[in-house]
């Protein structure tokens, strides 16, 4: 491994370069804008936990005793809402990627740091607008916005949301703007497409997606209010138009929406896998390629969440089939992670704890997809808790394990305060437990027959309020597991550790600059000469079948 | 990169088209095609409208290869929404329950 020469720590950082509110909300560098969205999205987390707290409440008996059915479909929409648009999709590309892509790939900055700026007013916009509606009287359509409901029948403040998350959607493809364009054009000399690390493959292959998909939802959403506003058609059968259509066009994006939110989670544990194994990953091309092979394919299953909608049983057949085919990129990753944690040096540190634990969660998501993608077995399970347990695997187990992994991983390059690890491996603990209590038991309620989006149940069914008990029971020790990072992370920036520009002693670009680094992130253009994991010495390469590694370059 | 120059000349005449263009729709509007061609008419006039405004006002006819990959990118994965789309709707009679 070469030693790049750390500079010296120089007399200002991007933290204390410049002060007042002005030089935040006017900031070009990435790495404030990072912090602000970063502010901003965990304020979203908060309120939409805030919507999950209370489900989970209304449902801890059979009866309908905390709120009415008409404001529990505004709750479970809400936390929807605010979850999937203000909070996952953006969280790991707006905050650590916006961070760290210029850092890993040797530049200052984004190509577009202005535009990376409006990106965050856009953000803020949307926001404001749909907490607006949310405060106004709040929306019941369920965060999908399904016709006719949405278009004709719903009291609530459909079009308000919609412009919300209209809004909204121009950040998200401004942002995947900038990540291509800046990962296409400003990498440092010698950095090379293979040598990139996987975290800038993986956000490389969601903006693909946030490109090509958003455009779509803002469409339709549009297309939504349109049919609310003037009755145009498109969506009610006795206009000439097809309520299917709409859901045709809202998973078009939505399904590789879920690609959006843990694409750039697989980047994070990728690199959380191989640094603290202090391994190169195992099979790096097929890894990078996977996260491309997972962008093309999730734009071809979108119609699995139509088997029961009156599609098609031919077309539900091809969609099925190619929804099975997203299960072997999923599994590449999954199977090279283990790979590379084979003869590994493997370190427990707090990341790691997360990086581990995405990849237990991920794979009982990912499989469980399989049933649903499985046209026989969705018809027993679709609208159910099944679908529920499934999917906050993929997107709590999977992308926000994987964020507070990548949050810890890079807290000391982001403030230049360690954390404290103890609390951080405890909370990291209690996390995993109070999760899989949250929602394994849900699995179990679906398949009983549990359908989801109803705040009742027969109380003469004993055995699903014991499973719904639980699964109260673990969020709120999910919820407290939450709270302890928040705490001893905001303590850390005052009272933690001074860190070192490299405190996990790893190769990456990132880190061979000081903590917190400059606000031009190296004071020299690096030189990149060697892979992006190089840990082995050359005489310790490995030999894996027909794959030899490559060699090193000379120094 | 160097910048082309277009003359003022090509974007009056691609004006002066989509103008037309749109006069078309509208005059299309008011006779009633027989089956599916009503849509197929409008929809004909907007492609090549849209056509034009990419070709000229956003510059990809004087542009690399890179960004003509991004726009075959655009329009195949548009084919890709259409084709599987259609394939519930095409598809959709086809199965008689016993």
Known sequence: MEEFEIPKQPGSNYLNAEYGLKSWLLTKDHKRIALLYLGAISFFFFIGSLYAMAIRLELLTPQGDLMQSSTYNKTFTQHGIIMVFFFLIPSIPATLGNFLIPMMIGAKDLAFPRINLLSWYIYMIGGVITIYALLAGGVDTGWTFYVPYSTTFSNSYVIATGLGIFINGFSSILTGLNFIVTIHTMRAPGMTWFRMPLFVWAHYATSLIMILGTPVVAITILLVALERLAHIGIFDPAAGGDPVLFQHLFWFYSHPAVYIMVLPAMGVVSELIANFSRKNIFGYKFVAFSSLAIAVLGFLVWGHHLFVASQSVYAGMIFSFLSFTVAIPSAIKVFNWTATLYKGSISYDTPMLYGLGFIGLFTIGGLTGMFLASLATDVHLSDTYFVVAHFHYIMVGGTLLAYLGGLHYWWPKISGRMYPEGWGRFSALIVFVGFNLTFSPQFLLGYMGMPRRYHTYPAELVSWQVLHVLSTAGASILGVGLMIPLVYLAWSLRYGRIAEANPWHLPGLEWQTASPPPTENFLTTPIVTHEAYEFAPPEHKEVVGKFERQQPAET | ?98
């Open chain 2, 1 to 98: 990169m160097s910048e082309h120059i277009v003359q003022p000349r090509v974007y009056l005449m691609i004006f002066l088209a989509l103008m037309a263009g749109t006069g078309l729709t509208v005059v299309a509007a008011f006779y009633d095609f027989p089956g599916p061609l009503n849509a197929v008419v409008a929809l004909t006039i907007a492609v090549i409208k849209a056509t034009l405004v990419v070709l000229y006002f956003m510059h990809v006819r004087y542009s690399g290869r890179l960004i003509w990959l991004v726009i075959g990118s655009a329009i195949f994965w548009l084919a890709i929404m259409f084709a599987l789309t259609i394939s519930d709707y095409w598809t959709r009679t086809w199965f008689v329950p016993m």
